[in-house]
């Protein structure tokens, strides 16, 4: 079955970085569009980035541009997110996605602490 495991999270001050991982199988990784999205307490989930199949395309929203960079490694069927520049905003539990014939699937989150 699809499985994500995302990694990485922690504590760190304003200004830090960060590097998640998500560890994806039971799909075909190369042939799937991959999306990294975040949610803080009370608030909605929020989408931070996306790439292509091959990796050649990737988008971010205005809040993150800049800052975080998506890639991945089909080799090993991994995602990533470098997170540069963190922000107090930016804390939340991060989750690496995939739309797979319709349906979504989530990994079971890796929360990111930004504080001082």
């Known amino acids: 079955q699809v499985q994500l495991v995302e990694s990485g999270g922690g504590l760190v001050q304003p200004g830090g970085s960060l590097r998640l991982s998500c560890a994806a199988s039971?799909?075909?990784?190369?042939?799937?569009?991959m999306y990294w999205s975040r949610q803080a307490p009370g608030k909605r989930r929020e989408w931070v980035s996306g790439?292509?199949?091959?990796?050649?395309?990737?988008n971010y929203p205005d809040s993150v541009k800049g800052r975080f960079t998506i890639s991945r490694n089909n080799a090993k069927n991994t995602l990533y997110l470098q997170m540069n520049r963190l922000k107090l905003e930016d804390s939340a539990l991060y989750y690496c996605?995939?739309?797979?014939?319709?349906?979504?699937?989530w990994g079971q989150g890796t929360q990111v602490t930004v504080s001082s």
């Open positions: 996605n995939v739309l797979l014939a319709g349906d979504e699937y």
């Open positions: 790439i292509s199949e091959i990796g050649d395309t990737t």
């Open positions: 039971g799909f075909s990784f190369s042939r799937s569009q």
